[in-house]
C-alpha cells in the first residue's frame, strides 16, 4: 500500500525536462570581498576584424623578393584549409605567368586579390579549374590597369595571357568579368591599381584634397 505523507508536509512531484545548453542562464558567483572586477589581462585578445596580406596591408618586395611563394606571404590570418589547396595552385600558375611575361606588381597585385577570393563564405574559388581563376584574376588585374595597351608598360595580349595560363581567350574573359563585378573593380581603383596607375590618376583622392586645403 502507498505510504501517506505525513501531516503538514506536501509531497513534491519531480517534473524532468530536457534543458538545452541555450537555454541555460549562467549565473556569476559571488564576489568576494576585496577581489574587486575580474583582470582585464587575463581575457583573451579579441579577434582580427579584418584580414590583410600584413598589418599595414602593405608587402614590399625587399622584405620578401620579387616572386615569393604563395606560402611565404605573411597573411594575417591563415587561409581556411578548406579553400588551401586551389589558393596555393592557384598563386603558383600566377606566379609563374607573372615571373616570366609580366612583373612583380602584378603578382602581388594578384595575391592580393586571390586572397579576397579566398576569405568570402562561401569561396568561389572551390568551384572552377584553377587556372581559369589565375587567368580571370590577372585579366581583371590587366583590364583595370590598361595592361592590354601597347602604349603602356608592361604589355601583353589578352590571347597571350590566356595561352600562357592554359585557358581561351574567350573563358579568361569571361571570368575576369565575374571577378570585376564581385567586388565591383574600375579603372584608378585604389585597391588593386598599380603605382603607374596611382600616380596617373586624374582623380584625386578625398584624402589628398583634404590636405590640399589644410
Given at each position: 500500500m502507498p505510504r501517506k505523507s505525513a501531516p503538514g508536509k506536501t509531497v513534491k512531484n519531480t517534473l524532468v525536462v530536457d534543458v538545452q545548453p541555450d537555454d541555460l542562464v549562467h549565473v556569476e558567483p559571488p564576489r568576494k570581498k576585496g577581489t574587486g572586477k575580474k583582470n582585464l589581462d587575463?581575457?583573451?585578445?579579441p579577434a582580427p576584424t579584418e584580414t590583410s596580406l600584413v598589418p599595414d596591408g602593405q608587402v614590399t618586395?625587399?622584405?620578401?623578393?620579387r616572386f615569393p611563394a604563395v606560402s611565404d606571404f605573411p597573411f594575417?590570418?591563415?587561409?581556411?584549409?578548406?579553400?588551401?589547396?586551389?589558393?596555393?595552385?592557384?598563386?603558383?600558375?600566377?606566379?609563374?605567368?607573372?615571373r616570366d611575361h609580366i612583373d612583380d606588381e602584378?603578382?602581388?597585385l594578384g595575391i592580393l586579390l586571390l586572397e579576397k577570393l579566398a576569405r568570402k563564405r562561401p569561396s568561389p574559388l572551390?568551384?572552377?579549374?584553377t587556372d581559369v581563376w589565375a587567368a580571370g584574376i590577372l585579366t581583371a588585374l590587366g583590364k583595370i590597369n590598361f595592361l592590354f595597351d601597347k602604349s603602356s608598360a608592361p604589355y601583353i595580349s589578352r590571347d597571350d595571357l590566356a595561352g600562357y595560363c592554359g585557358v581561351k581567350q574567350s573563358t579568361a574573359t569571361g571570368k575576369s568579368k565575374q571577378?570585376?563585378?564581385m567586388f565591383q573593380m574600375g579603372y584608378w581603383d585604389s585597391?588593386?591599381?598599380?603605382?603607374?596607375m596611382h600616380d596617373g590618376n586624374p582623380y584625386p583622392s578625398f584624402y589628398s584634397i583634404l590636405a590640399q586645403l589644410r
Open positions: 587575463t581575457q583573451p585578445p618586395t625587399e622584405i620578401l623578393g594575417s590570418a591563415p587561409i581556411p584549409i578548406a579553400i588551401r589547396p586551389q589558393f596555393e595552385e592557384i598563386g603558383e600558375i600566377m606566379r609563374n605567368v607573372c602584378y603578382y602581388y572551390l568551384a572552377g579549374k571577378i570585376r563585378d585597391r588593386f591599381s598599380t603605382q603607374r
